[in-house]
């Protein structure tokens, strides 16, 4: 079996915003990329995946890569506009997304069309394909690699990915308000036991706006604890927030779940 291995490329929430305070832990909007075995995906396509050829010295991307995306707004879209893989010929993209006011196809070619972009689907080089998911659909990349889906609660709808390879299991569920998910036991088994969880930290604990769909460090440490997974990653940050104010975070999370870190631009983990 090959390697299981999570690059997280962007982990800024809302905007790609430097407010002067922060460098530990990058501005670039919301892009994860995960290589397990042969299999390369990417979730999400903010800012961080202007990035993703910094992976190109130690993963063999597999052809084709695949892109999943938990929802569509531009925050998780903005970086296609920039993304030069497309425009290689000799590149194949599957993309993944559920109908959240629109087909998939549809969703990212109004997005890349003007007035908002001079440079449509049309002239992208790679070869891209299309599939429009349902929420709990369970797609097999390969014989070793499966990603499961799960509802999260976000305005327009949104969507969490579990993927699983070599016994182990990475999950990806941003953009979600906790709140909402109080008594909710499939997002409970969906996540239980992950290796890695990727959550929404958006908030501090005790100021969270409600109906914005996003949550708070402590009921992402709370969450954790109680699925019993092995290791949380905090991520969405709040782009107002400073790098002293995301360590406190961090720091506080670990007091309910030791195995917490705030994510960073750029930050690598193996499973």
């Not at 390879?165 to 969906?190: I, P, Q, T």
């Not at 782009?239 to 720091?251: C, S, Y």
């Amino acid at each position: 079996m090959g390697n299981f291995e999570v690059a997280f490329l962007g982990t800024n929430g809302s905007v790609s915003y430097n407010n002067g305070n922060r460098a530990k832990y990058g501005t670039n909007s919301i892009c994860v990329a995960v290589k397990a075995g042969d299999e390369t995906m990417i979730f999400d396509t903010g800012t961080g995946v202007c990035g993703f050829n910094s992976l190109a010295d130690d993963w063999n991307f597999s052809n084709p890569t695949h892109i999943f995306y938990s929802h569509y707004h531009a925050d998780h879209l903005c970086g296609l506009l920039f993304f030069s893989y497309l425009f290689n010929s000799n590149n194949k993209f599957d993309f993944y997304g559920c109908n959240f006011g629109g087909d998939i196809k549809s969703v990212i070619d109004n997005f890349l069309s003007p007035p908002i972009h001079p440079v449509g689907l049309d002239k992208f080089k790679a070869h891209l394909q299309f599939n429009t998911i349902e929420v709990g659909d369970v797609i097999r990349l390969s014989e070793d690699v499966i990603v499961k889906t799960c509802g999260l609660s976000h305005p327009g709808g949104a969507v969490g990915y579990r993927v699983e390879y070599d016994d182990k299991s990475f999950v990806y569920c941003l953009d979600s308000e906790l709140a909402n998910h109080k008594d909710d036991e499939k997002l409970r088994e969906f996540m239980k036991g992950a290796d890695l969880l990727v959550m929404d930290s958006f908030f501090d604990d005790g100021k969270i706006i409600e109906t914005w769909g996003h949550s708070s460090w402590k009921e992402c440490a709370l969450w954790a604890k109680d699925v019993n997974a092995k290791r949380l990653a905090l991520c969405q940050h709040d782009f107002k927030l400073t790098d002293a104010e995301l360590f406190i975070f961090e720091e506080k999370a670990k007091e309910i779940f030791p195995e917490t870190f705030a994510t960073s631009d750029f930050m690598r983990v193996t499973l």
